[in-house]
């Protein structure tokens, strides 16, 4: 007979058995009818294993204690007895959720609400301390939400279970309490388990109900145990900026690992989370250098197209480490994007709508929206557009220059009034546009070397120049409205400058640096740039510029730790910046092709690079913080992380090792700042050395008898160098082939297997690495709206792709390395994004970045 069936048949006289509601660690609940009453009742059953252990003469004694709490937020307590063997106790059937059904629907509750249910709970738990009833056992799934009003129930049943089984329970494999709201003292089994424990579990309640996960987390009950005894929880005020000091002060407080730095009572945390009662001042101010979430970047991009920066006061960009920052959000609708700001700082413009990345840059359909800094009304001056890039302020404020398809019209670029009106077109084949004044837009189609001046109201073409002898191939370009000089990022054959011009387009000075050509600060004597590095986080620079057009310093850090697609959502001002930032999380994740999936982190910081090393075992990943990031490892399977790096420095390509004993990552280095640094750091000493490479290369592999593969930015060219960095072969794949997307080095390292794209084809071609020759291994025709990235080269003598359709999720596609056909290998159990899926050398497991990204803007301002 079912315990279903047991209990109908035992309690038929007094109560009528429904349907199951749930089940927990400690005991199923049922939905029942009480008969003399009338009335809908849960009925909670312990776990048949349990109930044989405690006793019905031992838990029943102890839980009548709880019997007697009567208070507006403590769910009562109905009844209680033993029914053939089962214990079980009867509470009234809330119709409504538990607080752990909200948080899994909305992940974050609105602050107000939040302290709110916090006050709700601090004041039934100080009722019933002052009884001399510990709850044990606050969580989520313990607080039930009524018409919006707390009610924790299983008051005392964690407490009754501990008295009356003792040390018998562990036999069951039973914890009291949760670890994710275990306090310190209660996770190391303290037996003086008193109030302030119960003040620990609510304080790491509302930290999760406010940033959207617990204070602790970790990928075991013991990692987390672990974590709540050491680690100091991050700042909540980093999660929820708008959050008020004494708020967070209060949170921070009740999770202190000694009980004796909490509060003293329930009561006294409530009247602190209302401003009252005595503060620390440990988390009355946020940290010198916050940072919040950053928008997830879609896939590796190449160098930056259509950078949309606003400006900034050079001051700030020389204050990399600002005393303080307050953060204010701008909008609340998940698809905000592209701010731009005016010089002045009073106004800013954006997208509303969904977007995409083409080409390097972000297209999207929706509104234009503009709104009055810090907190003005949004105005939609253009509505359900299509194709929305770049919006561009007048020096004035006064026009907003956008690229779009306005409903009803043709694509071009367009000017609009701040106002709204009618939106007016200025040319219709613009690849990259300034204003150069009020009244003129500067005007460039890609891969052209001429820059047209436009008159705004009439469209008519005034001037035009082109770019030093004409061989320039312009990637953007930002002009000072003061004199006319001209910011541009560019080519010169193959290698990528960034430089200053005047308005005539004499090119007076060039920065050979990996970066995007950005805008100029209000007092035009700086330029702001981008400094990208492949499937890695970016920074904002600043470089000044003397008055005569030439670059007169080394670049100074502003802003680090931003993902390529991110250069669409970053407005610099005179006193801060408005940045796009993610409402969800950004993890790594580990998978066996075919199989199972299972996270890695936890969303406490942000990642990138994630790679897995070649026999599968561990997972190497960059974690970042403020102003840079550090390399970490973890095993495979899950557990502790630990650090390979700790320096915070500007990290990209991470790579293991032939061997996987050893991981290098890329950074910058050299007197300029341009050259490419490999560190290569030793897992078993930790002892780093490092590679200087060429300037302009970068290595993309390393090879099992200390040779590495270097290729050149921005060219179709590649060498394989010794230790030193000299060159010993090389190989140029023919600009008819297409452009190179990736490699993947074979088994035996004696090929290495190059990726490339031209409309509708993606073709395949081995270099043999010894003298650099190639060979075709395939062409594969790829349809629009398909995408083949190129992964591994499998022991098993196939090429893996991740393959993507659409918006759909990726799946991995193989292909013999000496030809044929293409065939699906397995379904990703995991929403991968493609552009991060790493696979062990036998193809058998993986990691990868899983993103859910919805942006909102935030107006950062620095003081």
Known sequence: MSDLDRLTTALAEHYRIERELGKGGMATVYLGEDLRHQRHVAVKVLRPDLSAIVGADRFLNEIRVTANLQHPHILPLYDSGSADGLLFYVMPYVQGESLRDRLTREKQLPIDEAVRLAKEVASALDYAHRQGVIHRDIKPENILLQDGTALVTDFGIALALSQAGGTRLTETGLSLGTPYYMSPEQATGDRQIDARSDIYALGAVLYEMLSGDPPHTGSTAQAIIAAVVTEEPRDIATRRPRLAPHIAEAVHRALEKLPADRFASAAEFAKALDGGGVTTGRFAAAPAARRARRRPWLAPAALVVGIALGLLGALAFLRPAPLRETRTRLTFTGDASAPAVTRDGHWLAYIRGNCRMVGGASSCNGDVVVQELPRGVPNAIVDSAVGITSPTWSPDGANLAVWMRPA??????????????????????????????????????????????????????????????????????????????????????????????????????????????GGWAPDGRHVILFQ????????????????????????????????????????????????????????????????????????????????????????????????????????????????????????????????????????????????????????????????????????????????????????????????????????????????????????????????????????????????????????????????????????????????????????????????????????????????????????REGACLVIDDRPDLWLVERR
């Open 408 to 517: 009803g019209g043709q694509t071009g670029l367009y000017v609009v009034p701040r106002t709204g009106g009618l939106a007016r077109k200025v040319a219709a084949d613009a690849s990259n546009f300034d204003f150069a004044d009020d009244r003129t837009m500067a005007v460039n189609r890609r891969g052209d070397p001429a820059i047209r001046y436009v008159d705004i109201g009439t469209g008519q073409v005034r001037d035009s120049m082109v770019l030093g002898d004409g061989r320039w191939v312009l990637n953007t370009f930002s002009i000072n409205p003061d004199d006319g000089l001209i910011a541009f990022g560019g080519f010169l054959g193959s290698a990528y400058y960034t430089g200053i011009a005047s308005r005539r387009g004499k090119v007076l000075d060039t920065l050979h640096f990996t970066v995007g050509g």
């Open 532 to 843: 990208l590095g492949a499937q890695t986080i970016g920074r904002l620079l600043l470089v000044p510029v003397s008055r005569a057009g030439h670059f007169s310093g080394r670049p100074v850090q502003f802003l680090g730790g931003i993902r390529p697609n991110e250069l669409t959502s970053v407005a610099v001002m005179p006193n801060g910046y408005v940045i796009g930032e993610a409402g969800e999380t950004t993890d790594v994740w580990a998978f066996t092709v075919g199989g199972a999936a299972w996270r890695l982190t936890h969303s406490s910081a942000w990642y990138t690079d994630p790679t897995i090393a070649p026999d599968g075992s561990r997972v190497a990943y960059v974690k970042q913080d403020a102003w840079g990031a550090n390399v970490y490892t973890a095993p495979f399977g899950g557990g502790a992380e630990r650090p390979v790096t700790t320096d915070s420095g500007f990290r990209q390509l991470l790579q293991w090792l032939p061997g996987g004993q050893r991981i290098s990552d890329l950074v910058l280095g050299g007197a300029s700042g341009n050259t490419f640094v490999q560190e290569i750091t030793d897992l078993q000493t930790g002892l780093r050395h490092t590679m200087t490479t060429a300037p302009g290369t970068v290595v993309i592999r390393w090879l099992p008898d200390g040779t590495a593969l270097t290729e050149s930015i921005g060219s179709q060219a590649g060498a394989r160098v010794d230790s030193t960095g000299r060159v010993l072969t090389q190989y140029h794949l023919a600009d008819s082939v297409g452009a190179m997307t990736a490699e993947a080095l074979s088994p035996d390292a004696a090929e290495l297997a190059v990726a490339t794209s031209r409309p509708g084809v993606a073709g395949l071609y081995a270099v043999r690495l010894a003298d650099g020759t190639l060979r075709h291994v395939a062409d594969l025709p790829v349809a629009p709206g398909v995408h083949l990235l190129l992964r591994l080269w499998g022991t098993d003598g196939f090429l893996y792709f991740a393959r993507v359709v659409g918006l759909a999720p990726p799946e991995l596609w193989r292909l013999r390395a000496t030809g044929g056909a293409l065939q699906r290998a397995a379904a990703l159990p995991v929403a991968c994004d493609q552009g991060t899926i790493t696979l062990s050398r036998d193809a």
